[in-house]
């Protein structure tokens, strides 16, 4: 008999196959302290929770016989998922049972902003009669921007089309064939802006998406522009939103999703042109009936069969893999985040190769962590090792592996190639005994490179004095260079230089750099992965 305890309101329709099965009990239990949570949590092989009780390393300390923690919904930024990997403990969600709940509610809001709903009701509820200044707009054959093509926000782009909108599109991974068989059009975020009626967001937040809608967004929007956000706080600056507003250069925008929540002390719930929900978008008696019976089942499908759909966090690799090939793993989802952010293109296709000793053992483990690096950049944390081929393939990217165990100028090597149609990107990693993980090769340049937090990747004429000034505008910016790498085919010829920098390099910083003679391209690499040499 497995025991699961759940710990916040969850549809009890949902859980039904878990109650009514005979290999489980299961026990609701909605008013537990941190204190109480910890004091029994020793007892239970499975936890369930939404996002009202926190998870912290207090309670997974005590967590002694816990295999499971399954939050019925998508985040699980209430859960300590470090702590629980470190316990061994999985950490499951239901990422798909809000999509047609958050899908209408961005509908929803796309309504009441275009027609004016909540204030026209507060004006009719305070006893006025005023037709005239809540005229709204109508959505036909209006352009509609949709950023972060997935499940939502296709669709929220198939109910706008059948108001008869015109739909843009960006997503990184979003194929010409795709968008024609959908008959929306590829767009570019600043083409987006430039000209859309109104735009809905729909991305994960990373790294790369953070602060994605910013005052550079709203320079180039046309002021009738209405924005919303159904996805996460922070895709929008809230400062540039509301200062744009202020100042005219967009129309409205209505945001169920914020920075900070609750929303409690903001000015955007004060503001006369924002309509505002309090996180809606997965609010629905359906949606949680949905996200319970997906967790229910999968916590079965665990214990009873031992097969995992959607876990959070990475299995654990036994002690000999870890030693093995540890090191391998690390390295590989590095050269992953590298990789994509060297590459101006979505990729359609993906080529790994191993050369060397490593090429004799099972490199599945690798593979799974180079695709988790590539797409993390875009999809955030929902992609794991578990889950990153199935999302490689649903995003319609192709993969191959060619394994030679003859050395390739290392003991062992790793390649890994992004591909979309002439356009290409090849890195070349490996570790070194006593220098530990290195990047070795980027397309045809040798380099020789630690892997840093922060990198700059610089093509180049190379010619004298190109090195100072170059330092000299990173200095005036304040930025630390911690160290140099140069790859180059001849004197005089075209070089690729690599820099490790202490602090992330600003737009402005990139804009000051191609001042120089010489500088041709230059890319901004900032990872997430974290190792030891």
């Known amino acids: 008999m497995y025991k699961v305890i759940v710990v916040d309101p969850i549809s009890e329709e949902g859980l039904k196959s878990l109650i009514d099965h005979k290999d489980f009990q299961v026990d609701i239990n909605t008013n537990l302290n941190e204190e109480e949570l910890t004091q029994i949590i020793s007892n239970y092989d499975a936890l369930i929770v939404r996002s009202q009780t926190q998870i912290t390393p207090n309670i997974l300390s005590s967590a002694k016989n816990l295999r499971v923690i399954a939050r019925a919904g998508v985040g699980v930024d209430n859960i300590d998922v470090d702590c629980a990997t470190k316990q061994g403990i999985l950490v499951i969600n239901a ?183 309090p996180h809606l978008g997965a609010s629905t008696i359906e949606a949680q009936e949905k996200v319970a019976v997906s967790v229910a089942n999968e916590i079965i499908d665990i214990f009873e069969h031992n097969n995992v759909l959607h876990a959070v966090n990475a299995p654990q690799m036994s002690g000999e893999v870890e030693a093995e090939l540890r090191p391998f793993v690390e390295l590989s989802r590095t050269t992953g985040e590298i990789g994509i952010q060297l590459f101006d293109k979505g990729p359609r296709e993906l080529k790994i190769k191993y050369h060397g000793e490593i090429a004799l053992d099972d490199t599945s483990i690798i593979t799974r962590q180079l695709v988790k690096g590539v797409l993390q950049q875009d999809l955030g944390d929902h992609v794991n090792l578990i889950n990153a081929l199935v999302l490689l393939n649903e995003q319609g990217v192709t993969y191959q592996i060619e394994k030679n165990s003859k050395k390739h100028g290392f003991s062992n090597y790793i390649e890994l190639e992004l591909i979309n149609k002439e356009h290409s990107i090849r890195i070349g990693s490996t570790v070194l005994n006593g220098y530990g993980p290195r990047i070795v090769k980027i397309n045809d340049y040798p380099v020789d490179f630690k892997p840093e937090k922060h990198m700059l990747f610089i093509y180049h004429t190379d010619r004298p004095g190109i090195v100072g000034k170059m330092g000299q505008i990173l200095g005036e910016h304040n930025i630390n260079i911690a160290s140099m790498h140069l790859g180059r085919h001849s004197i005089g010829g075209e070089a690729l230089m690599i820099l490790s920098i202490d602090t992330i390099a600003s737009e402005e910083t990139i804009s000051d750099l191609y001042a120089i003679d010489g500088f041709k391209s230059i890319h901004k690499a900032d990872i997430n992965s974290t190792f030891e040499t």
């Open 95 to 277: 990422p798909d049972g809000n999509t047609i709940s958050a899908t209408e509610h961005s509908m929803a809001m796309i309504l009441a902003m275009a027609r004016n709903i909540p204030e026209a009701h507060r004006s009719l509820q305070s006893g006025e009669w005023d037709r005239k200044t809540y005229r709204g707009t109508e959505l036909y054959q209006k352009t509609l921007g949709v950023i972060g093509a997935g499940r939502i926000g296709l669709g929220v782009a198939k109910r706008a089309q059948s108001f008869g909108m015109n739909i843009l599109a960006f997503d990184p991974y979003l194929s010409s064939d795709d968008a024609k068989r959908l008959e929306i059009t590829r767009a570019t975020v600043e083409e987006i802006a430039e000209q859309s009626d109104f735009i809905t967001v729909h991305t994960p937040l990373t790294p790369k998406t953070k602060g994605l809608i910013n005052e550079d967004f709203f320079n180039l929007a046309k002021p009738n522009l209405q924005i919303i956000n159904v996805a996460r706080g922070g895709i929008i600056d809230e400062e540039a939103l509301i200062k744009a507003l202020d100042d005219g250069k967009i129309a409205k925008a209505a945001l169920d999703v914020y920075n900070n929540e609750p929303a409690n002390n903001t000015p955007l719930t004060q503001h006369d042109k924002i309509i505002v929900t």
